[in-house]
């Protein structure tokens, strides 16, 4: 009998919370500015509410924002810190600044690259003919870097109106082997497209010059699962390699310009320190 009285007495001060029904308590908060309890857990949650998620084309952000959004990208994946004095020499213009009027598509491509090399379009992505000593062999003057060989395909399908003359070199794993590319880049390649760890490879083993590479394409598109080139496990980290290794130099020096194509995702706080830049680094 006892045992019964007990549960339900349980079982009404359990429903009574599930209910919401608070116990009254005569504890008072010393510090009206500090919530205790429920409000409290209210309070942070709104504070981590602070940050969103920013999606946006890349050629709808100037030259400035596009650089240091790439730059952030580069000392967080890196762990490198860029003093100021480093970043001085790296002007707005590393960086392409896409037509608005066009999408940024793999069908698009071509139109932006041929905008993006002005009048000499035609001698640093069309004409085929080996000229010697003023062309290198193997030495592309676009190359695209993409998160998988059907990313790379398809890019180079939207390529293909600057492809008619000089074949493309694709230089990716799937179904390529590294001798095969290797006597491919033996002859005038005026564009490449690739994944990062095939790149690196090639330009280690001397196959792949860059003594002509003026532009890189960062293809920004994500992949079925939303992993893109900068967020993808492995191939994030092969790539900033790549950068880091072979590329970052040269555009430091003004040698070469960058290509973020396509969407930009990352989060960003209502209020940020950086009061410069629209956009933040991923966490």
Known sequence: MGSGKNRERREERESGEVLGVKKTSTFKNPNNKIPLGIDRAKMKKTEKDTTTKITTVSSCLPASDQLIFFLDRFQSATGIKI???ELEPIKDTSVLELSQELDQDAEALNKHMKA??????????????????KVDPGSPALLVISISALRSLELLRGLRPLTRECRAAKLFAKHMKVEDQVSMLKSRVNIASGTPSRIKKLIDIDALGLSRLSVIVMDMHTDAKGYSLFTLPQVSDEFWDLYKSHFHHRVVQGDLRICLYGPITCPSKRKSAVTKVSVTNEA
Do not use: N, R, T
Request: proline share 5%; no cysteine; glycine share 14%.
């Open 116 to 133: 993006s090399f002005g009048k000499s379009w035609k001698e640093s992505l069309y004409e085929g003919q080996p000229l010697d000593g």
């Open 83 to 85: 003093s100021s004095l």
